[in-house]
């Protein structure tokens, strides 16, 4: 069955360390990755988009990697703040012709200061 | 300019009862979906809509879940005979592009009591 896997257990850093968060797939082909982050209490909110054929992506101090071989995105966070600490979810087109999202579990981060 | 919006914030029924959950997408917005969060969870697909009908209903679980779009913008999930299960945040989300990132808004957090 298909399948998306993100760390369960928090990640802990410090603050002006680089975050790194993975999420695996495995059963998908998908024609692009998404990754949202989510406060509590509030909706999700779209951080970057990575298409199939793109290996990398950056925005500011994001960064997006795709391994369609390995299937596996790394999101990076660089020179992290406390103001990063929040869920952090990837999500996987089902190939489909549509933006029909399959979201993992997320993974939550906490930068202290 | 304005973002998705829903209402109500949050609904506590008792089970058996019929509830109605509303979502008003980005103007202009022609692709909305319905997503159904529980703890720990990442977002989990009901439905998809581009424009006035429903482009995806795979997810929804099962026929006690409804949704229309009439008008093409503001949209209502329905659920009859709710049952304690039921109980989750719902989120409503909107794209311009159904590729592309999706707009949510913060969600109805709806009790089953």
């Known amino acids: 069955s298909q399948k998306i896997e993100q760390n369960s257990e928090a990640l802990n850093i410090q603050e002006g360390k680089t975050a790194t968060l993975t999420c695996n797939y495995t059963?998908?082909?998908?024609?692009?990755l998404q990754w949202y982050r989510q406060d509590p209490g509030r909706g999700p909110v779209f951080l970057l988009l990575i298409r199939e054929n793109e290996k990398e992506k950056r925005k500011e101090r994001l960064k997006v990697t795709f391994d369609t071989t390995l299937k596996q995105s790394l999101f990076h966070i660089t020179a992290s703040q406390p103001a990063d600490s929040a869920t952090y979810l990837c999500?996987?087109?089902?190939?489909?012709?549509?933006?029909?999202?399959?979201f993992g579990k997320g993974t939550m981060l906490l930068v202290s200061p | 300019g304005a973002g998705v919006s829903q209402t109500p914030s949050n609904k506590v029924t008792e089970k058996g009862k019929y509830v109605e959950l509303r979502c008003d997408p980005i103007?202009?917005?022609?692709?909305l979906y319905w997503y159904r969060q529980s703890l720990g969870q990442g977002p989990e697909f009901l439905i998809y809509f581009q424009g006035t009908g429903a482009a995806d209903d795979s997810g929804l679980p099962n026929d006690r879940f409804f949704a229309v779009r009439p008008e093409g913008s503001v949209s209502t999930l329905k659920i009859q005979r709710t049952e304690r299960g039921d109980s989750a945040v719902y989120l409503c989300?909107?794209?311009?592009?159904?590729?592309?990132?999706?707009?949510f808004g913060p969600g109805t957090r709806l009790t089953v009591l």
């Open positions: 103007s202009g917005h022609t692709a």
């Open positions: 999500a996987l087109d089902l190939n489909s012709g549509y933006s029909t999202l399959t």
């Open positions: 059963n998908y082909s998908p024609a692009y």
């Open positions: 989300a909107s794209s311009s592009d159904p590729s592309g990132e999706q707009f």
